[in-house]
């Protein structure tokens, strides 16, 4: 029979894992055999031909799944059920899908923020309205092709940026730091020469992570202050008064208060109104940079879309 749409997939996936599946990869010989899906059907490849049309409808109902809290991934490419995942599964739906999904707050949270860019530094959700109407996860009959490949690529970004988000909270400090020089470094600071950028020593460093060069001359430097915290965590106004004292006592006057979590809104009024002139970037605005910047990410398939030339067929 065709390969299943994802939002049918997504009660057997959620079935799989709790049974014991511990990611896509051991669920898909599963889906094979209970969706009859032959192996003709099996084998057929997306358009960049790297994964194929059933793993790729696996993963994304894996991944609304998980957006709606029903499943947690303790470690990368491990995932298990959560309590409310294991609720869901003893109230024995009919069927789970976007509309199911819907009641759950952090599903509706994750798809405002899919419908647009990530919210600015220090910046909160939006409320909860009407959440149907102004975010779909599906393309909507009245949206031309371009607007639905539009759409469609904001939902992918939104699902990459969580994705880097958890891989930067379970990565080395060191490393991490040594990522936002990169990152400082891919967006033109230092001339784009990774040389230009150096960290400081992992102990004693008086409150600064890190220095880069804000030019290839080397006239200005910017310091940095880079801090994996958990996304419930935000960073507050004491935090940015110990950053610009490190500032001042260096004698800097430009910085970049980096964070895998958010700022309170005290955090960023505070340093509006300080001389020195600091730059707050959180956790969403941190991968969405990576994804601009090509940093820890890579293009997997791109599609041209052709119009007719109207010069060519001018008349001369």
């Known amino acids: ?23 896509v990869a051991e669920c898909v010989p599963c889906l094979k055999a209970e969706f009859e899906v032959t192996d003709e059907e099996a084998v057929e490849l997306l358009p960049s031909g790297r994964v194929t049309v059933l793993q790729s409808r696996a993963h994304w109902a894996r991944t609304y799944l998980s957006k709606a809290g029903l499943l947690e991934s303790p470690r990368r490419n491990q995932h298990v059920l959560t309590q409310k995942g294991r609720e869901v599964l003893a109230s024995a739906p009919d069927r789970i899908d976007n509309k199911f999904l819907d009641s759950f707050d952090g599903f509706r ?41 539009a759409s469609a690529h904001k939902l992918i970004n939104a699902a990459l940026r969580d994705d880097l988000l958890a891989l930067l909270q379970a990565m080395d400090p060191i490393r991490f730091e040594r990522l936002i020089l990169d990152l400082l470094a891919a967006m033109g600071y230092g001339g784009g020469d990774l040389d230009n950028g150096r960290m400081t020593r992992a102990t004693g460093d008086g409150g600064i992570d890190g220095v880069i060069d804000e030019d290839a001359l080397g006239l200005d430097a910017v310091y940095i202050q880079a801090k994996r915290y958990d996304p419930s965590y935000k960073v507050g106004r004491p935090d940015l008064q110990r950053f610009v004292g490190s500032l001042t006592g260096e004698g800097a006057s430009k910085g970049v208060f980096v964070t895998t979590s958010d700022f309170s809104r005290d955090a960023s009024t505070y340093v509006d109104r ?16 990576m994804i ?3 940093v820890g990410v890579r293009a997997r398939s791109s599609y041209t879309i052709h119009s007719v030339d109207e010069d060519y067929f001018a008349e001369s």
């Open 1 to 23: 029979m065709p390969i299943p749409d994802y939002e049918t997939l997504m009660l057997p996936v959620l079935r799989l894992f709790g049974e014991g599946a511990r990611n």
């Open 109 to 149: 949270d994750w798809r405002v923020r899919a419908s647009g860019e990530a919210p600015p530094s220090g910046g909160q959700i939006a409320p909860q309205r009407d959440i149907q109407a102004i975010t779909s996860a599906l393309p909507l009959e009245r949206e031309t092709p371009e607007d639905a490949m």
């Open 274 to 289: 300080v001389q020195h002139r600091i730059r707050l970037i959180n956790g969403q605005k941190l991968a969405a940079l």
């Open 292 to 294: 601009q910047y090509g």
